[in-house]
């Protein structure tokens, strides 16, 4: 089945430090959606990424998306305690079936 | 954003008996919606595909007489937990999407806990 991985699983940081997450799909994704779950909390939204090779930004936030639609990152710069949680991928396979990725738990040392 | 609602947060029961969870979409009709299972400090996993006036659509290894899934309408789904074990205690959440390949907007989510 499709699988989405992510690494790193857990990532500590200092904060003002970068904090990166990569995401890796076994098959090519139509599209590839992102996601923060802050503890206790439900995933919300960031961004979806569609065309092969797109880099959108968020503010201190890059999302990009690989080549061969089949990997993704996002880039957190300067980090700050508000960025703590939780970070998935969610791969699309047909119409909105999302398929998570393992996730990426950040937490922003003060 | 939109918004989905999911009723309750919590609930805790007794091994053998049956629970519900809704899921409603307050703001716009979804023909369909999702129902995910995430245990503690992992993934969502996708647990089926609910969809409005037909079946339900299970993911491999999720048991369809164990979770029971109707949608009635454009804006509820329901996910029945029957005969509840401990080892179904989860949080379970639930998301739609206005439109098909759209941001997913997500539910509260449940937390069950089977004593």
């Known amino acids: 089945g499709q699988q989405v991985m992510q690494i790193p699983q857990y990532q500590h940081v200092q904060e003002g430090e970068d904090f990166t997450t990569y995401c890796n799909s076994s098959?090519?994704?139509?599209?590839i959606q992102w996601y923060k779950q802050r503890p206790g909390g439900h995933p919300v939204f960031l961004i979806q990424?569609?065309?092969?090779?797109e880099v959108k930004k968020q503010k201190r936030l890059t999302f990009q998306f690989g080549e061969a639609k089949k990997n993704s990152s996002l880039h957190i710069t300067a980090t700050q305690t508000t960025d703590v949680g939780t970070y998935f991928c969610?791969?699309?396979?047909?119409?909105?079936?999302?398929?998570f990725g393992t996730g990426t738990r950040l937490t922003v040392i003060p | 954003g939109a918004v989905v609602s999911q009723h309750p947060s919590r609930v805790i029961c007794k091994s053998g008996t049956s629970v519900k969870i809704e899921c409603r979409s307050l703001?716009?009709?979804?023909?369909?919606m999702f129902w995910y299972r995430q245990f503690p400090k992992q993934s969502l996993m996708l647990m089926a595909t609910?969809?409005?006036?037909?079946?339900?659509?299970?993911e491999q290894g999720v048991e369809k007489d164990k979770f029971l899934i109707n949608h009635a309408s454009l804006t509820l789904s329901t996910l029945t937990v029957t005969s509840a074990h401990p080892e179904d205690s989860s949080f379970y959440i639930c998301?739609?999407?206005?439109?098909?390949?759209?941001?997913?907007?997500f539910g509260q989510g449940t937390r069950l806990t089977v004593v």
């Open positions: 098959t090519t994704l139509s599209n």
């Open positions: 990424l569609v065309k092969s090779g």
């Open positions: 609910s969809n409005e006036g037909s079946k339900a659509t299970y």
């Open positions: 969610a791969g699309v396979r047909g119409g909105n079936n999302l398929f």
């Open positions: 703001d716009f009709q979804a023909t369909t």
């Open positions: 998301s739609a999407s206005k439109t098909e390949n759209t941001e997913a907007f």
